[in-house]
């Protein structure tokens, strides 16, 4: 019979993670955590995260790559930034959720049906392709790629009061010069390691 | 720099038209008429830095670039286009070699960018360019005998600001009691509203907002002073499943602080987008037609 182990030895960490992630955008000061917890001690979603920021914090100097990148908790954080300004270590946890839900993507190892990640990437492509965002098409988009689509029935009252009073509407909105938005962002894809 | 260029972004175009529609004739009002910029885009809000910090920066930066054509700084009334243009600016300005070669895309696209532009919210405008005295001193129907709390969010205070204090600001407070409304001590005022968590998770959502507006109930607020699309829409519209939800009244008016002080500013009401709030305002109406006489 094979007993699994319930923890993890040295050699079961991913040691270049740390690294990784300090390479990222304003994620230069994660070796500063002394582990206070006023992080997950001021964060207003921490009740519903798997784990607290904290431990992601010590997931990621440590090497805990995978524990940390498929914590629902990174997709939960709604950046409220209440961590970052109280973080006495002067870590900027909201930038470090950030280059977490990043590299998740990259990694190919997020929830891709979970509701938030489906809207942020849905908002970013609508973006992308319009330079604009669409109130009631980003909601459409997200009922059918994550959410159950027939709970957009639920939220037709409030849709029909948004629309009596002017606050949605059915067109699409755009920016004029799409093409100069285009050939941006495909500059900015070539030229990306 | 003179002056301010509008930024409406996508809110201010769709859900929160009350905010556009009062924050124009309350700058005009001041003496500082906004212009709207010329085709701007999306600041791709916590959307795009979630899936991609390169694009991300670089569709801000072209705003920027459009508000740096016209030599002015850029207004941003809701929260998150602020906090958003703020920190592309802060990183497209850092020399960092991939804000260079970013800058070095937007001017192969035609939208070179120098780093001149200074992001602001109209809060911070109204509060240190015009100030409070000066504010109370255009005051035509004082907002006397209304209790409001006034609620900040997340992103117009944390984490670049330096107007404001980032745990307990009181920038809005000053300025509603200086339209003479009653600013009530609200604990919650900077407390997270959960963003897009009412539509992506609609129970942590609700949760959330339940805890927003108890707290404004019980500290005797007549209704919630909001500076930021999203903090309004949050508080508006879960309201009647909070009832059902959590079985207490917590139901109150959500108001944008341009519509309150545009009317303390003798602006007539029917210009300042009340006929789109969902709650019925009618106890406001009365509670001004009581201490607004004068």
Known sequence: MKIPKKVKYEEDLDPSFLDEIKKMSDCQEIDA????????SSCPMSVYMDHPPRKIIAWVKNGFADEALRSLTIWLCPSCYTCQVRCPAKIKITDVMYALKRKAIEKKVYPSRFSIPVLDREMSRIIAKHGRNSELWLILGLYLKSLNPFGMLKMAPLGLKLMKTGRMSLRRESIKNKKQLKSLLNALKEGTP | MNGYIYYPGCSLKGNSRPYEESILPLFKEV?????????????????????????????????????????????????GCYLTLKKSNKFLNSR???????????????????????????????????????????????????????????????????????????????????????AVDFAAKTRCCGGSLSGTIEEVGLRLNYILLKEAKRKGADLVVTICPLCQFNLEITQTKIVKRFGEDVRMPILYFSQLLGLALGIPREELGFKRSIIPLRSLWEKLGQGGAQ
């Not at chain 2, 701007?40 to 920066?57: I, L, P, Q």
């Not at chain 2, 035509?140 to 609620?151: Q, T």
């Open chain 2, 31 to 79: 003496g500082l008429p906004l212009e709207e910029m010329d085709d701007w885009n999306c600041c791709g809000a916590t959307a795009y830095f979630s899936v991609d910090d390169t694009m991300a920066a670089a569709i801000c930066g072209r705003n920027l670039s459009i508000a740096e054509k016209t030599g002015k700084n850029i207004i941003a009334p809701c929260a």
């Open chain 1, 33 to 40: 955590c002394i582990q206070c917890g006023t992080c997950s």
């Open chain 2, 96 to 182: 960092q070699p991939k804000a260079a070669k970013i800058l070095k895309d937007l001017k192969n696209a035609g939208c070179e960018y120098q780093g001149t532009i200074d992001v602001k919210h109209p809060l911070e405008v109204l509060y240190k360019d015009i100030g409070p005295q000066a504010i109370k001193a255009m005051v035509r129907n004082s907002l006397s005998g209304l209790k409001v709390a006034c609620y900040y969010g997340c992103q117009l205070v944390r984490p670049y600001t330096d107007f404001d204090d980032p745990d307990y600001p009181t920038s809005l407070d000053i300025l509603m009691e200086a339209a003479g409304a009653k």
